[in-house]
């Protein structure tokens, strides 16, 4: 639910954009929205760790009451700072309270076969987005934005109450009682150079991942492709993208979760470069959409066991609340984008595809030498 109704932000974005904003707000200002959404999602995730003495349940049924309410509240937005607000702030805080909670209770319960299960659980967004892209697009075509919002806001009460009832923690709840409150923030963890350059690798590739999501309902209808087709091919970028994170995570255990993580985002990359400008077609545009589905969301399976891999897991608390707050820095990717396809002449898209390609490209360069400071090789496993 987190990374599905985030990453079909892009229909919501199209809807607003042709309706209830149309003439209110810019391109710019409403792929703003989800960045926003991202931005909280991964910045407040410390409060999480703050909160880690009430058990994981109790921070997992938190976040489903604050996201639920953020969705339902978005439904009302008649101007752009309203959807700031609820489905950016609001929603975006419920969900940085989810996504801690599952992202720090898997590697209680795995060791030697962590990337799989990361991945198993992280395709859980992929999966969502298959369902709520059809879904939300039908939604808002026969309801209206308004009561698309409500009744999703409803579904999501749902899914997320029977998440809180079947999440456990691997320690007993005595244990997790007696913990003091202490801040998650560890700043001689940046005395760790290893650890400094997986945060800047990690967020440079992380920065290319919420452009082609956001922008594919408004790039099909320019290139003539209608709303169910994209809604249809958002819904197979999400679906590979659970493929892709539970075969590469799966894989990342054989060959190396670094090894992994650096393969997957330079193959990114280089559809985003060499397919993306040429698919002005439904046809191609699906070629697109399966490669590049597959491969650009690894972060999200690979970034816990690699932060373990890097820091231990003694540091793994303290480590993953530092790598989700600087995330938040790569969601500044999709303004980035827009600003860019503003200045384009004819508001086209290349200055989009190439920046998108770029920072996967380099942020695999840069987790490559991480690689070489770790092992002293380019070549072995890791």
């Given amino acids: 639910m987190i990374f599905g109704l985030s990453n079909v932000w892009g229909i919501f974005s199209q809807a607003f954009a042709t ?18 959404l ?40 008649t101007e752009i700072w309203h959807l700031y607000l609820t489905q950016g702030l609001l929603f975006g805080f419920g969900c940085s309270f989810l996504y801690m909670s599952v992202a720090s209770v898997i590697p209680q319960w795995f060791t030697t076969k962590r990337g799989a299960a990361m991945g198993i659980a992280s395709c859980g967004s ?11 697009n039908f939604l808002i075509t026969k309801y209206g934005l308004p009561w698309a919002y409500r009744i999703l806001g409803f579904f999501c009460l749902g899914m997320c109450a029977l998440g809180t009832i079947l999440i456990k923690d691997r320690l007993p709840a005595s244990y997790l009682k007696n913990q003091q409150i202490k801040s998650p923030i560890q700043p001689s963890m940046f005395k760790m150079i290893d650890f400094d350059v997986w945060l800047i690798g990690s967020v440079i590739a992380l920065m290319g991942y919420l452009g082609p999501m956001f922008y594919l309902p408004k790039y099909a209808a320019d290139v003539g492709i209608d709303s169910t087709d994209a809604s249809n091919l958002l819904a197979i970028v999400c679906a ?19 090894n992994m993580f650096i393969t997957v985002s330079f193959l990114a990359g ?20 399966i490669l590049w589905g597959l491969t650009s969301g690894m972060y999200y399976t690979l970034a816990a066991p690699i932060t373990a891999g890097v820091v231990s897991m003694e540091k793994l608390s303290a480590g993953l609340s530092i790598v989700f707050i600087f995330s938040a820095i790569s969601a500044m990717g999709t303004p980035i ?3 860019i396809q503003q200045a384009t002449p004819n508001n086209g898209y290349l200055g989009v595809q190439m920046f998108d390609g770029a920072v996967y490209v380099l942020g695999a360069l840069v987790c490559l030498y991480l690689k070489f400071r770790l092992t002293g090789s380019l070549l072995s496993k890791y």
């Fill in 38 to 77: 991202n931005v909280c999602l991964n910045l407040f995730t410390p409060v999480s760790v703050l909160l880690a003495r009430f058990g994981t349940r109790f921070n997992y049924a938190l976040g489903s009451i604050l996201m639920c309410l953020g969705l339902m509240l978005a439904g009302f937005s």
């Fill in 126 to 136: 992929g999966l969502g987005g298959l369902g709520l892209s059809p879904m939300v």
């Fill in 337 to 339: 984008m827009a600003a």
């Fill in 240 to 258: 590979m993208n659970a493929v892709g994170r539970v075969l590469f995570g799966y894989l990342a255990d054989k060959i190396g979760r670094l």
């Fill in 270 to 289: 280089v559809f985003s470069f060499v397919i993306w400008p040429f698919a002005t077609s439904y046809n191609i545009l699906l070629v697109f959409c």
């Fill in 19 to 36: 309706s209830i904003l149309q003439g209110k707000s810019s391109t710019l200002e409403l792929m703003t929205v989800g960045s926003v």
